[in-house]
């Protein structure tokens, strides 16, 4: 009976081990934000506390915060919005923890587009700010 109670353990420990291996911290983490805001909502509130989250995990040598905005609007005013969200998100993180001095922040404006688009397209998939580490 002893033997049946360890052998169940150790199958229970190794599926348990093999499912928190899987279970990988993601590459990036994204924030999302509405056309010509700056302004972090609610629901994605969360992503902050999952960054703050894995920063404290991993203690990774620095954050970088990197702003991006759709292609409405000229390059200027996209290129200063994109700093913004990236601003609002690195004081999001600081207020949850985060050394400010651990955070790189930049502002990519419509340079790195993460959906391709021709001028003046309102894509959201394009109005966010990326947290990635190292």
């Known amino acids: 009976m002893k033997l049946i109670r360890t052998a169940a353990f150790a199958l229970v420990l ?3 081990l093999a499912a928190a291996q899987d279970a990988s911290p993601p590459e990036s983490l994204k924030i999302h934000f509405g056309s010509g805001q700056a302004t972090i909502s609610e629901d994605q509130r ?5 960054a703050a989250r894995l920063f404290r995990e991993g203690s990774p040598l620095v954050m ?6 759709d292609t409405v609007g ?14 609002t998100v690195a004081l999001g993180l600081a207020d949850r923890g985060i050394p400010i ?3 790189q922040v930049l502002g ?3 340079s790195q587009l993460e959906v391709p688009t021709s001028e003046g397209v309102a894509n959201a998939d394009n109005r966010l700010v990326t947290i ?3």
């Open 108 to 110: 990519r404006g419509v």
């Open 64 to 69: 970088i915060v990197a702003g991006s905005s």
């Open 46 to 50: 969360k992503v902050l506390d999952q």
């Open 74 to 87: 000229s390059g200027e005013l996209n290129l200063s919005l994109s700093i913004r969200r990236a601003q």
């Open 132 to 134: 990635t580490w190292k």
């Open 14 to 16: 190794g599926v348990s």
């Open 101 to 103: 001095e651990r955070l």
